[in-house]
T-cell receptor
Framework: SQTIHQWPATLVQPVGSPLSLECTVEGTSNPNLYWYRQAAGRGLQLLFYSVGIGQISSEVPQNLSASRPQDRQFILSSKKLLLSDSGFYLC??????????????FGPGTRLTVT | RKEVEQDPGPFNVPEGATVAFNCTYSNSASQSFFWYRQDCRKEPKLLMSVYSSGNEDGRFTAQLNRASQYISLLIRDSKLSDSATYLCVVSRFDRGSTLGRLYFGRGTQLTVWP
């Protein structure tokens, strides 16, 4: 079974500061990887997804970016944080079996507060 | 129209009660269906997949009606530990893509009281 690691667990950053969140996956190869954000009391918002190294697709235009330098590493970044970037950031991994998209597994998340 | 719609609740039930959650989805091309559970300030965790024939896992029963595009979750003999938010999720390949996308409902909040 796969395990997803995320760090840091909690982060408090001032407006205008840079951001780097890291996600690594164990126990699988060539996974599809995803970044989600969940604002307080809200649903999950898909931010980025990746089907392979260097392949990133963005769902929502914003001041965030993502990179996938290795098969099982996914990084979320920002050059300048906004107050609206506060939220719970979740990395997820999924595989496709039998031609059907399968369930996603989530990392423990990073809780970001921008002050 | 939202991809997945759920009654947000909250549902407040006593221990031992039976509670049912419902969900509808808008895209008939959806291929896979799931219920996730999310505890406060934690990540969502897969509770169970939902199959067309319906399936049961202990106290939990899930049903899928493709014709009505409707998914349900029944929890019998509720426990205090069942208190959480339950997310209805559908999955499919977007047109022209090999990437499986999951679409999450906003969740239904359940509180089980002693």
């Amino acid at each position: 079974s796969q395990t997803i690691h995320q760090w840091p667990a909690t982060l408090v950053q001032p407006v205008g500061s840079p951001l780097s969140l890291e996600c690594t996956v164990e126990g699988t190869s060539n996974p599809n990887l995803y970044w989600y954000r969940q604002a307080a009391g809200r649903g999950l918002q898909l931010l980025f997804y990746s089907v392979g190294i260097g392949q990133i697709s963005s769902e929502v235009p914003q001041n965030l970016s993502a990179s996938r330098p290795q098969d099982r590493q996914f990084i979320l970044s920002s050059k300048k944080l906004l107050l609206s970037d506060s939220g719970f950031y979740l990395c997820a991994s999924t595989i496709t079996r039998g031609g059907r998209p399968y369930e996603q597994y989530f990392g423990p998340g990073t809780r970001l507060t921008v002050t | 129209r939202k991809e997945v719609e759920q009654d947000p609740g909250p549902f407040n039930v006593p221990e031992g009660a039976t509670v049912a959650f419902n969900c509808t989805y808008s895209n008939s091309a959806s291929q896979s269906f799931f219920w996730y559970r999310q505890d406060c300030r934690k990540e969502p965790k897969l509770l169970m997949s939902v199959y067309s024939s319906g399936n049961e896992d202990g106290r939990f029963t899930a049903q899928l009606n493709r014709a009505s595009q409707y998914i349900s979750l029944l929890i019998r003999d509720s426990k205090l530990s069942d208190s959480a938010t339950y997310l209805c999720v559908v999955s499919r390949f977007d047109r022209g893509s090999t990437l499986g996308r999951l679409y999450f409902g906003r969740g239904t909040q359940l509180t089980v009281w002693p």
